[in-house]
């Protein structure tokens, strides 16, 4: 079986300032990791996903994260948060044989001024 | 290229009721998947359709059905209403049904059951 941990329901940061939004990921086989950012009122869109090729991934709207194999952990950063950056992010995992993701509970980014 | 749509987009029924809810993916796609928002148990994958054959299931009771048309649009029926069926129910589409595909999801149904 497979699992996601987000450390940190809520995360607060000043527009300009470093994101980091932990995922650690618990699976008996090689993982395909994703990260989706949902805003209110909408379905989930993606920023990026890990699938075994190149372990640092470069996503959308300047998001990137780094599979650790080590470390069992897949976070996502940002160098400068934008206000738009603020939305709920969601971590997920599968296995293969089919798309069934599990996700973890979400981290809600707040960006202040 | 039109994204995946979801109809309706809000639905207000009463206990004990059934529901059906549509999804068309995105033109091509093979694979639709089903998923639960609520915000007591979060997302939760409910099923997976290709070509028509359920691939995948979750852990839901058997009000929860599904089904795959041979256009690749799906419907995902919930029969005998609870209240703790209100949620956010979210449709994904992918080309194949192989893990590492990227599913985009629709805006989602809103259920409120009262």
């Known amino acids: 079986a497979q699992s996601v941990t987000q450390l940190g329901s809520h995360v607060s940061v000043s527009e300009g300032a470093l994101v980091l939004l932990r995922c650690n990921y618990s699976s008996s086989v090689p993982p395909y990791l994703f990260w989706y950012v949902q805003y209110p009122n909408q379905g989930l869109q993606l920023l990026l996903k890990?699938?075994?090729?190149?372990?640092l991934v470069k996503g959308i709207n300047g998001f990137e994260a780094e599979f650790k194999k080590s470390e069992t952990s897949f976070h996502l950063t940002k160098p400068s948060a934008h206000m738009s950056d603020a939305a709920e992010y969601f971590c997920?995992?599968?296995?293969?044989?089919?798309?069934?993701?599990?996700f973890g509970t979400g981290t809600q980014l707040k960006v202040e001024l | 290229k039109a994204g995946v749509t979801q109809t309706p987009r809000y639905l207000i029924k009463t206990r004990g009721q059934q529901v059906t809810l549509s999804c068309s993916p995105i033109s091509g796609h093979r694979s639709v998947s089903w998923y639960q928002q609520t915000p007591g148990q979060g997302l939760q994958f409910l099923f997976e359709y290709f070509s028509e054959t359920q691939r995948n299931k979750g852990n839901f009771p058997g009000r929860f059905s599904g089904r795959q048309f041979s256009n690749s649009r799906s419907e995902m029926n919930v029969s005998t209403l609870e209240l703790g069926d209100s949620a956010l129910y979210l449709c994904?589409?992918?080309?194949?049904?192989?893990?590492?595909?990227?599913?985009?999801f629709g805006p989602g149904t809103r259920l409120l059951v009262l």
């Open positions: 994904a589409s992918s080309l194949a049904s192989a893990g590492q595909e990227t599913q985009y």
């Open positions: 997920a995992v599968t296995t293969g044989g089919g798309n069934k993701l599990t």
């Open positions: 890990y699938t075994s090729a190149a372990t």
